[in-house]
Structures are given as structure tokens and as C-alpha cells.
């Protein structure tokens, strides 16, 4: 084996002056590697993966350099730790102490660094580190440390399900109601997943979607990737307590990812809601006029076809108040409800406005090898009307609020009977799903969400309309065709601790002045 050896030229002041710049050989054999040269301040030693006791005066003139101060050049290219390390203490005059478990190879470049600092670029990313007492220099391992991390929030798994689907056939209805995580049944109408009834017999089709959410189970996975070989977590879930053991850089990374994430998930938004339906005049039958109604605040997002109208989700800059007024123009303004929700960031909140509408379906058990009926059961469904709004806010770092929202419209329009005679109600069912930008404040509007409605008015002459035949000429009846567009206006905020305690406290002293003006 071929050694690559040092020639190291010392001048002194009664001798030429060395330049401070190195001038190296190129190596000629091709098959010598793992080489390493390290050039200090004007002295200029070559260090090699060749161990070699320098010159005494050599170690003279190193050991008057002040450690932490005399700058140098490193280059090393696949050289032996354990060499490098060596070469380092040599070239500084000091003695060196590591422990047999320190190996592996070397390569680096640094350029004007000193001692202390080419050390903190070598060892710590092999956790290893040093102290240098007394000329010298010790390298040990680093020591694993316990950390304890608290991670503060709900340990549930949030599991959000949206289903549509028609029965072709009689059989009973499906509902949706409050709470998380439920299951879907429904056979006419629709579900978002939330708890609920399933629906009777008969054939149906369906589309539907799931969505699960377990941040915890995110964190673990995180906190699993930044671990060394030699690190070990512990979850508390309960508690929200997380014990780590592990090198300090590693836990380090580690609370840093904690924090990150707290902070994120911690952040807070309240969304303020206008359900609106306006009654369209003969000039709006197409649907509002945005255009008209918001000028040139409107930013449209997504414009959507649907069967029975054109969804229009967008955003403007204003309060509702402007907004409502401008809508006027379009037609008489209905507000069917004005909630307001808070959730945190990247959590579903619910908001549902409707009733629940009753019918029953009958059950009939058939003996089969009969073919007599041995049992017969009346069973009361709900189906709901109205709206049902979810919508998942998420906050980006510069304050943008991006929301996903999926509204859902729901109105009986009539119903079916099967010939045994069984009826169920035929539903209108309205629906889409977007996801905006917004900045705080701004306001996203869904409208398009248009129905037509054939209204049946009929006045009478008291006993005389109610007589048979002759009841025609003392009664009179009108049909009225009607348009209305739904309308929901959302305004997402951005809430801090102190933000929240205001607007609370603001929210409290509307509905006190409210209260007063009643009165």
C-alpha cells in the first residue's frame, strides 16, 4: 500500500518569508486517497492519514497559538475520523484522549476557520463532543438526555362523512343529525355523516366521501422521523405528556416541531354567517346579480353548474350590512339566520338551520314458507329541511385564511307512494363544495342555489266557497310562480387570546342593546 507522505517546509524570521497560501502537490497516483491537508496561519503543516510525529519546533510554535483564534483552511476527502482528529491536536500543539467507539471517515472543506469552530463543525453532527483543559483535548460521546414535552389539545379522532343518495323504491327515509363521527344511512335525502338514522328498504345509489383526522397520530409520526437510532418516545395520550430520550440535538428538534405545530393548531377562527334567501323580482330570474349588487369589490373564485341554477362562490371586501342593503335591489331579503361559530384552526365547524319533518313507513315480516304475514310495524322517519353548512378554516403563516365549505340544502317538494300504498317524500336536495382565500374580514358568498316554487293561493265567500259545484263562483284561485335564490355570506376572523375576550365581550353588549331596544 502506498503511503502519501508530508513534506513540511518551516522558515523562520532570519530565513525567506513563507507566503500564508499553501502551495500543494497534485497527488499522481490515482489510487491514493483518503489524503487530508490542513494549513495553519503561516507555519503551513500537511497532515495525512499518515500518523507522523511532528518537529519539535514544529509543537513549539503551535502550542504559542491562541486556540480559538489563529485561522486555518481544512480539506479533508474520505479520511479516517479518528487521523483527522489527530492531525487536528498535532497541528495545535495538544494532546489527544477519544474513546475507541469514535471511527467513520471524514470529508469536509472550511476555509478560515479556527480550531474551536472546525470542531463544532465535526463533531456534534456525530454526537460526539469535547473539551480542551490543560493542553488537552478530550472527545467523548454525547450522552442521551430525557426531555418532557406536554401537547396540549383533544385526544379524539374526528371523522367527517358526506353521503347522497335516492331510493328508487318505497321504503323508509334517513336523517342527519348533530355529533361527530356518525354513520351514514339514508335512502331519499341527504346525509353528512354526523350521527343519523339509516333509511328502509328498496334499491338506491349512491356518492359519498370520508374523511378522518387524528393529529395526534400526525404528531407521532412527526416525532418518530426526527429520533435518532438511539432514541426512544413515550406518549401520553390522556395526559398529553410525551417523554423522550434521546441526543440533545435530536430533542431539540423535536420541541421545536412541538411548538410549531401548537402554535398552528392553537390558532383560533370565528365565522360569522348570514343565511339569506331573497325573493327574486322579474328583472333577477337568472339568480342575483353580483356584479351589480358588490361593483368592483367582487373577486369571483369559482363559478359553478349545477342542475337548477349557477353556483357563484366569491369574495368582497365590506360588512354584511352594505351587503344585505345591495341585495334589496335584487329582490325582497329574507335573513333565515345569523349564527356565529368559532372553531380552531383546521377543524370542521357545524352549522345547521331546518326542521325535521315526520312520516311513517310500514314493515311487513313474511313467513317464507307460507307466505302469510305473521307481523306488521309502523315506523316513524324524520327527514330534515333546511340548511346544513360545515366549513374547515386553515390559517397560513401570513394571516390568509383558506376555508373548505360544503353546503347542503335540503326541502321536500312533494311525495311518492308505492303501490302497497306506503308514501315517502321527495326531496330537493341543493349542494356544492369549494375552497377559498380569504383575508381577514373578507366576506365569501355562495349564492345560485335557486328554487322554484309554485304557490296556490285561494279565496272564498265563507260556507258559499265550500259548496259543491256551485262553490266555483264564490272562490278564486291563484297560482304564483316563485324564484328564490339562497344566499350564504361568510366572514372569517382570526382570534388570539385577547382578540377573543374583546369580541366576546362585544358580541355580549349587541344583544344587551338589542335586548334594551325591544323593550
Known sequence: MKILTAAVM????????????????????????????LVLGGQNPVITNSPQQLPATQLEQNQQVQLGSQPFDVLFRDADLRLALTGLAQAHGLNLVMPPEVSGTLTIDLRGVTLLQALDAILPVRNLTYTIVDGMLRVNRVQVENRQFTFDYITTQRTLSR?????????????FGGGVGGA???????????????????????????????????????LDALKSADGKIIYN??????F???????????????ESVQNAVHRQVVIEAKIVEVKLNDDSQVGVNWTAVLGNTLRIEQPLSVPGGYISVGATVGDFTATLTALANQGKVDVLSSPTVSTLNNQPAIIRVGTQDVFFTTTVQVDPRTGTIIQTATVPSTINEGVLLDVTPQISDDGIIMMNIHPTVTERTGQATSPQGTTVPIVDVRETDTVVRLRQGETVFIGGLISDRTLVTI???????????????????????????????????????????DYTKGRLEDQDRLRQEKK
Open 184 to 222: 351514514v344511512g339514508t335512502t331519499a335525502g341527504v346525509s353528512t355523516g354526523f350521527g343519523g338514522t339509516g333509511g328502509g328498504g328498496g334499491s338506491s345509489s349512491s356518492l359519498s366521501g370520508t374523511e378522518t383526522t387524528n393529529l395526534l397520530q400526525d404528531v407521532q409520526t412527526g
Open 10 to 37: 518551516l522558515f523562520f524570521a532570519t530565513q525567506q518569508r513563507m507566503p500564508r497560501e499553501l502551495q500543494v502537490a497534485q497527488i499522481e497516483d490515482p489510487s491514493v486517497r483518503n489524503a487530508g491537508i
Open 163 to 175: 353521503s347522497l343518495s335516492a331510493s328508487s323504491s318505497a321504503g323508509g327515509g334517513g336523517t
Open 237 to 242: 395520550r390522556m395526559a398529553g405528556i410525551i
Open 459 to 501: 279565496n272564498k265567500v265563507p260556507f258559499l266557497g265550500d259548496v259543491p259545484v256551485f262553490g266555483n263562483l264564490f272562490r278564486r284561485t291563484q297560482k304564483e310562480n316563485r324564484k328564490t335564490d339562497l344566499v350564504i355570506l361568510l366572514t372569517p376572523r382570526i382570534l388570539d387570546i385577547r382578540s377573543s375576550v
Open 244 to 258: 423522550a430520550t434521546d441526543y440533545p440535538r435530536n430533542l431539540d428538534a423535536m420541541q421545536s416541531f412541538l
